[in-house]
């Protein structure tokens, strides 16, 4: 491929496997594996991704450059090896680790049969980065800011939970990390496991519910994990396994399987656990709510004294930590940083990107390039193809009783789907290239009108069998944001969550939580123009200046393909399907939008209880 400098960057054999292209520096192509494997979190080596970022941009085996990876085993070895000397960790949880690590070190054999290549067809040269060094890298260097602290907090990556320090142009430099045993991420999953939500990646759920409760048990959370001098933390080992039986773990394809964290010592201190298939009582939510407070303490704490080593007011916060949008969107109140920046994947695909930015900003000496805009660097189809493939679909529609028809341009798109949304009807919208990250943010998005009280019950009736502890998000013309939340700026990833300014909570309870606050996405123009289009239709039409926004999926990952959206439309009773210029109508129209009564009550309370104990 000439001069150009291509760098595939890769999080793999860990959960949310992942792929990413650099092409002299830009970053042409991204996208999590379960979203083409259809299994969530989807942990192994993303051989599907791979194929795909290469497609995308024509490229073949030989013209990468560098594969950089977000994982090095060999990283920190001397205090790996002084634990194990003091410590004499489980046998089990070594050869865990172990395999993983061999896992990593066959990367490039992998890559060969991803491509389906001779292992010496692929010239590039391989690269491990270290884990926080990449999440650090993945924030930092597609972030707006010329220079910011720079902070990444997770679970664990290459025996290191926090790593933090400070970025200026395309340098990075690290000033210091909290190590094994100690986690912030890890006492966060425990809490999450000991409320009886046991899959991968739901410490989200735990965030939601923890706005029911009250944080009546915060001291004796605080005895859990303490706040040690210097920003540092450190958990009760008492209460965990990690340290001494570890956790078992599976990464090596399929989803991620996480064993149990916590010890009988927490229940000893904390209660009895509640099992999966209880019912959540306000001591559960109460536990919610106090391991939320502790998390922020903690993590206040330590960006406190990150902003007095670096004296920059603004953050870039990475890791799976980077997650909890609700504490994100108080950094600014309890902390010295006047500005936050998350990337849309801030968890561990994120990492691809760091890795191979580290390549390319400090491997290669070369400088930034332009900062992330938006979220949709996924596959894209071609709006004729996909006419074609509704048309040979036809007969199946007809059946499902919809009708098929083509938008004269996007105004009328526009203009119709927001009149069909103030009508109340659930709108499935699959636009441009997929997003990139946990969020959809308005090109693979299920979206109805934020005014109406119902909407839970509607989507959990008609797609979503979710918590009902679990608020909706909304998406916001960008210029809209001062009128409606208590605070003014960009937010245009779902990384964070603001107050609804109190007067107009009662105008959008869809999209209000129980506390009165918003996860939102800022729309911009630049970002997003269809979009942005489409909300300021709806506000022509109704006089506010949002959508309610959830993933396009059905307990799936988010859709990637539009036979998997039409799919989705039909599975589901979903009122308007639009495939780019293409609009699906269930008919007779939104008139039967609304549950009909009378098996509407019990079937909400069944959709409830399945949510809430699942
Ligand atoms: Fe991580």
């Keep these: 491929m000439g001069s150009r400098t291509a760098i595939l960057g890769l999080n793999a054999y860990h959960g949310d496997s992942s792929a990413c292209l650099l092409v002299d520096g830009e970053l042409v192509a991204a996208a999590e594996e379960e979203r083409f494997l259809r299994v969530k979190h989807w942990a192994g080596f993303p051989a599907e991704a791979v194929r795909w970022c290469l497609a995308e941009a024509g490229l073949e085996a030989d013209d990468l450059d560098h594969v950089a ?20 960790p489980d ?19 992998a890559l060969a049969e991803a491509l389906d290549v001779e292992p010496r067809a692929v010239r590039a040269h391989f690269h491990r980065i270290e884990h926080h060094r990449a999440h650090l890298a993945s924030s930092f260097l597609v972030s707006p800011f010329e220079e910011a ?43 999450t496991q000991y409320l ?44 965990f396994l990690h ?21 009988k010592e927490l229940e000893r201190r904390l209660g009895p656990a509640r099992a999966p298939d209880e019912p959540i009582t306000d001591e559960h939510r109460d536990l919610a709510a106090s391991a939320q407070a502790v998390y922020e303490e903690i993590l206040f704490h330590l960006l406190e004294q990150v902003s007095r080593e670096v004296h920059f007011d603004r953050v870039c916060l990475s890791g799976g930590c980077a997650m909890n949008s609700v504490a994100n969107g108080k950094i600014t109140e309890r902390t010295r940083f006047r500005e936050v920046w998350v990337q849309p994947a801030a968890g561990d695909a994120g990492g691809a990107i760091g890795a191979a930015l580290c390549i390319w900003n400090q491997g290669l000496g070369r400088p930034r390039t332009q900062p992330l805009q938006g979220a949709y660097l996924g596959p894209r189809f071609d709006d004729d193809d996909v006419g074609r493939e509704l048309e040979e679909l036809s007969p199946v529609l007809a059946d499902a009783g919809c009708r098929l028809r083509r938008a004269v341009d996007d105004e009328e798109l526009c203009r119709t789907v927001a009149s069909k949304l103030a009508d109340g009807a659930v709108v499935g919208w699959f636009q441009g290239r ?28 008609k797609i979503k069998r979710r918590e009902s502890f679990r608020p909706f998000a909304p998406s916001i013309l960008r210029e809209a944001v001062g009128e409606w939340f208590e605070k003014d700026g960009d937010a245009p990833f779902m990384a964070e969550v603001w107050p609804v300014r109190a007067e107009r909570r009662s105008e959008i309870p869809a999209v209000t939580h129980v506390d009165g606050t918003g996860r939102l996405q800022t729309v911009s123009r630049e970002d997003n123009p269809l979009f942005h289009r489409l909300i300021s239709a709806f506000r022509d039409e109704t006089g506010v200046p949002m959508v309610v926004n959830t993933s396009f999926n059905e307990s799936e990952p988010i859709v990637c393909t ?35 009564e009378p098996d509407r009550d019990r079937s909400t309370q069944r959709a409830t209880v399945r949510g809430e104990t699942a």
């Excluded at 790996?80 to 000397?85: E, H, M, P, Q």
């Design 434 to 461: 997929m997003e990139w990250g946990p969020r959809a943010l308005g090109n693979r998005s299920i979206l109805c009108d934020p005014r109406r009280a119902d909407v839970r019950d509607v989507l959990n009736l």
């Design 69 to 88: 990876i977000n994982r090095d085993p060999s990283a920190h070895l001397m205090q790996k090896v002084l634990f194990a000397l003091r410590r004499r």
């Design 562 to 596: 539009p036979g998997q959206a039409i799919d989705c439309f039909l599975r589901t009773r979903m009122d308007l399907l639009v495939i780019g210029s293409h609009v699906v109508e269930r008919v007779p129209e939104p008139a039967a939008a609304l549950p009909v």
């Design 243 to 263: 340290a001494s039986e570890g956790i078992s773990m599976a990464w090596d394809g399929g989803a991620p399987v996480l064993g149990l964290s916590y010890s």
């Design 196 to 239: 009886g939500f046991h899959r991968y990646g739901d410490e989200y759920k735990v965030m939601g519910l923890a706005s029911y409760g009250e944080p009546t048990r915060v001291r004796d959370l605080q005895s859990v994990v303490r706040k040690l001098p210097g920003g540092r933390f450190e958990l009760d080992l008492d209460c």
């Design 149 to 191: 602290a720079i902070v990444s907090v997770d679970g664990f990556g290459d025996f290191v939970s926090t790593m933090w320090g400070y970025g200026q142009g395309s340098r990075i430099s690290i000033l210091d990390k909290v190590s094994f045993p100690h986690s912030l991420g890890l006492f966060y999953l425990a809490i």
């Design 91 to 109: 046998v089990r949880a070594v050869a865990d680790r172990l395999k993983n690590a061999l896992c990593i070190g066959g990367a490039e054999q």
